[in-house]
């Protein structure tokens, strides 16, 4: 099962936009890949994302990003067994923010100025079987046309 909602439907006061994005999924296999695990590796049962973005004027905005997902198995090398074993990665919750400033040049050319925070609260979690990096900032300078 799978929902979501498109920007004109999820339009609501002013330049507030609202994107949800929810998946319930029970991906099993037909047969094993390790062991007697029948449960697909790498996909969560339940994932949901939400994204707010408000647009302040005709130049400015500010995004926020959040993602959660429950548990899920990943297939990992055993090398004192010479074999893949199941492991369980915690289920994640991580949040993103972003802003952004729009500077006209001429009708059809602008530069963006932005800066976006990922894992905006230092959460540790696993992409994968991967540890992924806590709190890190960009920015950056965007030429349109």
């Given at each position: 099962m799978q929902f979501s909602l498109n920007k004109e439907?999820?339009?609501l006061w002013g330049g507030?936009?609202?994107?949800?994005h929810g998946r319930s999924c029970i991906?099993?296999?037909r047969r094993p890949i390790v062991?007697?695990?029948i449960?697909?590796?790498v996909i969560p049962d339940?994932?949901?994302?939400?994204?707010t973005t408000s647009h302040i004027g005709r130049r400015f905005f500010v995004s926020f990003d959040l993602t959660v997902s429950s548990d899920y198995l990943t297939p990992l090398f055993d090398p004192e067994t010479f074999s893949n074993r199941a492991f369980q990665f915690d289920a994640m919750a991580k949040a993103d923010?972003?802003?952004?400033?729009?500077?006209p040049l001429a009708e059809h050319r602008s530069l963006r100025f932005y800066g976006k925070v990922e894992n905006l609260f230092d959460r540790m979690y696993y992409d994968g079987g991967y540890?992924?990096?806590?709190?890190?900032a960009i920015g950056g300078l965007q030429f349109e046309f």
């Open positions: 439907e999820s339009r507030v936009s609202i994107r949800p991906a099993d296999q062991g007697d695990i449960r697909s590796f339940h994932e949901f994302s939400i994204v923010v972003e802003v952004g400033y729009r500077l540890r992924m990096p806590g709190a890190t």
